[in-house]
């Protein structure tokens, strides 16, 4: 079965550091999103994208975030200057998503473990 | 703005046990989608079951099943016969009109053997 995909598994950073998430949504999905989890809390929306542009965003996700599907495959998170409260799990999630709202199921890959020392 | 509410932070239960996992939603949307999510420890989100609105047959997948109330915005989620590996992190999650997926706090369920 097709999965998200998304490297590296655990980043470590210094604070004040930029970071770059990566993800490969899964090839026939036309949807993207960046969900975030900090450590004992719950799965956060950050981000949705369609189309090349973002479609909506959270409060969460203000100037320090952007989000680019460079090549057509990838799709990637960048945090410009990392605090030490960025620290959490990062996942991303496709979906066909023909029709709001859908019943077609976010795929979410594994995440990706962003600490910032 | 909508919200999701799941009442048990932690539940633990025998293994082979059937046990229910309570989740309310607030909406002032009709048409929309109820999910639940299963994270075991790994951290994946993997997708247990799903739920339209619009359906009044509860869904049931396998060992999993959900009790769909939408009247009283309830959609709890009943797992029978339960195994060592259902011990996780369970999400109930809500999808409307503007595509995001709102999730609950989570309830961490121990199956003990």
């Known amino acids: 079965e097709p999965e998200v995909t998304q490297t590296p598994s655990h980043q470590v950073t210094q604070m004040g550091q930029e970071v770059i998430l990566r993800c490969v949504p899964i090839?026939?999905?036309?949807?993207f999103y960046w969900y975030r989890q900090i450590l004992g809390q719950k799965v956060e929306f950050l981000v949705s994208f369609y189309n090349n542009e973002i479609s909506e965003k959270s409060e969460i996700f203000d100037d320090q975030f952007s989000v680019e599907r460079p090549d057509g495959s990838n799709f990637t998170l960048k945090i410009r200057s990392t605090k030490l409260e960025d620290s959490a799990m990062y996942f991303c999630a496709s979906s066909e998503a023909l029709v709001l709202p859908s019943n077609q199921p976010q795929h979410f890959g594994d995440g990706t473990r962003l600490s910032i020392l | 703005a909508q919200t999701v509410t799941q009442s048990q932070p932690e539940m633990s239960v025998q293994e082979a046990e059937t046990v229910t996992l309570s989740c309310t939603y607030d909406?002032?949307?009709?048409?929309?989608?109820l999910f639940w999510y299963k994270q075991p420890p790994s951290r994946q989100m993997i997708l247990v079951i799903r739920?339209?609105?619009?359906?009044?047959q509860n869904a049931t997948e396998n060992r999993f099943s959900v009790n769909f109330q939408k009247a009283a915005k309830s959609f709890s989620l009943k797992i029978s016969d339960s195994q060592l590996g259902d011990t996780a992190m369970y999400f109930c999650?809500?999808?409307?009109?503007?595509?995001?997926?709102?999730f609950g706090k989570g309830t961490r369920l121990h199956i003990l053997p």
């Open positions: 090839s026939n999905h036309l949807y």
């Open positions: 999650a809500f999808r409307g009109g503007d595509d995001k997926i709102i």
């Open positions: 739920q339209e609105a619009y359906k009044q």
């Open positions: 909406t002032s949307e009709n048409n929309y989608y």
